[in-house]
């Protein structure tokens, strides 16, 4: 099952907050009390919060309470039965839906044809087709009409599912499959990037957007952005891909590809990512590395992709993904995340990449971000600039060490404040890692072995699978002081609850050990 998705993120989206995650279009004299009832029952019941206009009052068009309900909608499903098209309340309902999916308000239609073939809707043929005719004959503003066959016409093109009386699955089974395909599309629309003080983000995602990825350009382009550790790549590549996917027919961005090329499961569940994030199919195994970089070409030569690997470290990985990157589709960009510029040189050979090297802060925006971690706001306090300018010069404007210390110092004493600064006075000013090493200085000897644990053997597994672990080993929950790791930013809970760290952070505890 497919349907009509559009991920913009554009700077009035970005903010855009959601009333309802559904909004459902029908003919009620055909479905309100069967199908519809039962589709809206289910979706409230698994949680989806859904509009039906059960009770707004109808004219010869679409109320105000209705534009704004369509307006505060994440997504869409449009239920064409027999007579919708003679309802012509929902046949603006159907432009002003298309609208807001054309513009990036709303993320997903999801077309259900209910005992109608998509070719009447797309064409206008059987019912729809009188229903129009009727409507040319009764309205003088032709252009009216025109929108809307137009609109059907671009609705009924868009492949989404189809329910027929010899139907082999039930009722219930179509609407459960109905749902399945909006949860997994509203999770796809999800942004990537979550950064609480996106500091110098922007600037820098519209630097790489501008002059390297030129995205209306019909050329496929392979970008190269790489940096020092903890000065932000991942971030800004992911904030390059939440603006941008929704130019593309399919996208998709793997994370830490280095880590999980180690093995062949590793490759295995990347290739498989690849694909069903970009062809929209969830159930797809590619089986064997060999065979999954054949069904990545196959599928995908044809689609104008945005694909972005994070964390690459060697040419191998690539080519066990996308081949020898000689078939994408005109328009198709490729972005790579790496801190090793010298890779970027290997994959120069055979392609033509640009670079961009992610720089650091500047010492304005590394103040702010520094006052944001450290103070809950954009400027320092009065009494403690002094302070701030100096944990500020240790840093380097390295992102990453700005929000460890600032997020160490937040709510101390000005005291603590000066006792901390003699402390990182013995840190070499050059060796960020040591920097960054403090914080680990700080734990007590239990959550320093637990840091290394995790640095060492159990970065990646499920948090629960690390709480057994750590709890056989020491005859305790260690909850707490898991939580105190993660409350000092040296280790994050990933979106499917898996431990992780940075690999700056990591490598320090590679080198402590």
Wanted: with cysteine.
């Amino acid at each position: 099952m497919a349907f009509m998705i559009n991920k913009q993120t554009s700077s009035s989206s970005i903010t855009h907050r959601y009333r309802y995650d559904v909004f459902l279009s029908f003919r009620g004299e055909d479905t309100r009390k069967d199908f519809t009832s039962n589709l809206n029952g289910f979706l409230n019941l698994k949680g989806i919060n859904t509009f039906i206009d059960y009770e707004l009052p109808r004219g010869e068009e679409i109320s105000v309470q209705l534009v704004e309900a369509i307006e505060s909608s994440r997504s869409s499903i449009i239920v064409f039965s027999e007579n919708y098209a003679s309802s012509t309340w929902c046949l603006d309902e159907l432009v002003k839906i298309l609208e807001c999916k054309k513009s990036g308000q709303m993320e997903l239609v999801l077309p259900v044809f209910y005992k109608v073939d998509p070719s009447e809707v797309r064409n206008q043929r059987g019912k729809f087709g009188e229903a129009l005719s009727k409507h040319e004959a009764k309205f003088k503003d032709n252009m009216k009409v025109q929108r809307w066959r137009k609109a059907l016409n671009q609705a009924g093109s868009i492949s989404g599912s189809t329910y027929k009386e010899d139907c082999s699955s039930s009722q219930y089974e179509f609407i459960e499959e109905i749902f399945n395909e909006i949860s997994r599309a509203q999770l796809n629309c999800m942004k990537l990037s979550v950064v609480r003080y996106p500091i110098g983000i922007d600037s820098r995602v519209s630097d790489v957007i501008n002059r390297c990825l030129k995205i209306m350009s019909n050329d496929v382009r392979i970008v190269g952005i790489y940096g020092l550790p903890g000065v932000g790549k991942t971030t800004i590549a992911k904030a390059i891909f939440d603006k941008i996917h929704y130019h593309f027919d399919g996208s998709s961005f793997l994370e830490d590809v280095r880590e999980n090329s180690r093995t062949n499961a590793g490759v295995i569940h990347l290739q498989n990512t690849l694909c069903s994030e970009i062809l929209g199919f969830r159930e797809l195994k590619v089986g064997s590395i060999s065979r999954g970089i054949n069904v990545t070409t196959e599928r995908l030569h044809c689609k104008r992709i945005l694909v972005v690997l994070d964390d690459v470290e060697k040419l191998d990985e690539i080519e066990k993904l996308l081949g020898r990157c000689d078939w994408f589709a005109s328009g198709s960009r490729i972005i790579i995340t790496t801190r090793d510029k010298h890779f970027l040189d290997v994959l120069q050979r055979d392609w033509h990449v640009m670079y961009y090297e992610v720089k650091k802060l500047n010492k304005h925006e590394a103040h702010e971000l520094f006052c944001l971690h450290a103070f809950g706001r954009r400027k320092s306090k009065e009494d403690y600039s002094e302070l701030v300018d100096q944990f500020v010069h240790y840093a380097k404007g390295l992102p990453l060490a700005l929000k460890i210390i600032g997020v160490d110092l937040y709510g101390r004493t000005k005291r603590e404040w000066t006792s901390a600064l003699e402390k990182y006075k013995r840190v070499p000013k050059g060796d960020i890692q040591e920097i960054l090493k403090i914080s680990y200085d700080k734990l007590d000897e239990t959550q320093q072995e637990f840091f290394l644990d995790i640095a060492c053997s159990l970065k990646g597994y499920h948090m629960d699978i690390v709480m057994d672990i750590l709890t056989s080993m020491n005859f305790y929950d260690p909850y707490y002081d898991i939580k105190s790791l993660i409350d000092k930013c040296l280790i994050i809970v990933t979106r499917d609850d898996k431990l992780s760290m940075h690999d700056l952070i990591q490598q320090m505890g590679w080198e402590i050990v």
